[in-house]
């Protein structure tokens, strides 16, 4: 079936169009204006409407550049249905190097957001009211925050079936279960029954090229399970599936010092063992060893040496089949090429 044209901001997008728009904000009170970028797709057939948003933490880069090469994918000539794209969500962040907007609010906490409410809450309102209501289907490309850096994965509610799919479509390395805090762009779209994966990986402004060939690679293979894309002709027999993990915590530094780790994303530790040995900046007190409450898989950590007490030091996940998922995450480690599709009809994709 022949797609219809769609309406964005007052502006008409015609079937097997391409381009980049920009949405006015509200401005700041120097009077510089504030534009919205959005990238569009529009298929020639009909088919579902994804949208893909970055940097809604404005310091959370690696999404931006997903989507800008995603663009770049000849693959995105045979699209069905409409693939729109925010590259950057948080603009006001994005530009001041900031995770927040101004007056340090987390955009993520004031969905759906009012017309007539604060600044922050009438760009969530334009946001929804323009753009995210036309969606079938969400992903959200973020990272771990400053200083900390993440393994690649996904967050969803374990209680929808639709997304359990989806998410082992985008495939990562793990999937984590999540239950959507209230106001966030998450909360609004399970409410509105929105499918929406949660692509965390990477650290904040830091580029990481294997967490971004990871997010190409997942956004293709949803668009793929959704088909809007044509499906591969030939499967690789030794792709890597994700693990999912009810459970995982934050283990905290229980005192301030230098944090002294050897351990990296994706390692298997045992209950009990140290994690980290805290030391006396000052060589007065005697070293602290924080020790592993839980045998798990080390799926976030801080990198900043210098940590006050209460600073989250490593986060783990664990999983009931954990001599399985050990080897599992050094296979990924090992399986360091990503097939992006040149095209979506290349015979080994």
Known sequence: MKNLSMKICNEAIHPGET??????LPALFSCAPLYLPIKICHGKQAGPTLIVIAAMHGNEIN??????????????KKIAGTLITIPVMNVYGFTNRSRTLRGGIDL???????????????IAHLFTSEIFDKADYCIDLQTGALNYSNLPQIYINFQDENLKHLARAFNTPVVLNAIPPVGSLRHYAQKNHIPYLLYEAGEAMRFDEYTIKIGIQGII????KLGMLPERTTKKTNELKS????????????????SQSRYKL?????????????????????????????EGIIIGKNNLPL??????????????????????LKEWENDTVIEIPADSTTENQ
Not at 19 to 24: D, E, G
Not at 63 to 76: M, V
Not at 307 to 328: D, T, Y
């Open 108 to 122: 993520d906490t004031t969905f759906p957001g009012s017309e007539h409410g604060s600044h922050a809450a009438r």
């Open 307 to 328: 940590v006050h007490e209460g600073e989250e030091i490593v986060q783990l996940a664990i999983f009931p089949e954990m001599q399985q998922i050990e080897s599992h």
């Open 19 to 24: 381009l980049t728009m920009a949405m006015p």
């Open 266 to 294: 994706g390692q298997h530790i045992a209950k009990g063992e140290i994690l980290s040995i805290l030391k006396d900046p000052f060589g007065v007190s005697s070293d602290t060893h924080i020790r592993s409450p839980h």
């Open 221 to 224: 293979n949803v668009m793929r």
């Open 243 to 258: 693990f999912f993990a009810e459970n995982y915590a934050w283990i905290h530094s229980p005192s301030s010092g230098i």
């Open 63 to 76: 999404g931006t550049e997903i989507i800008n090469r995603l663009f770049t994918l000849p693959a995105l």
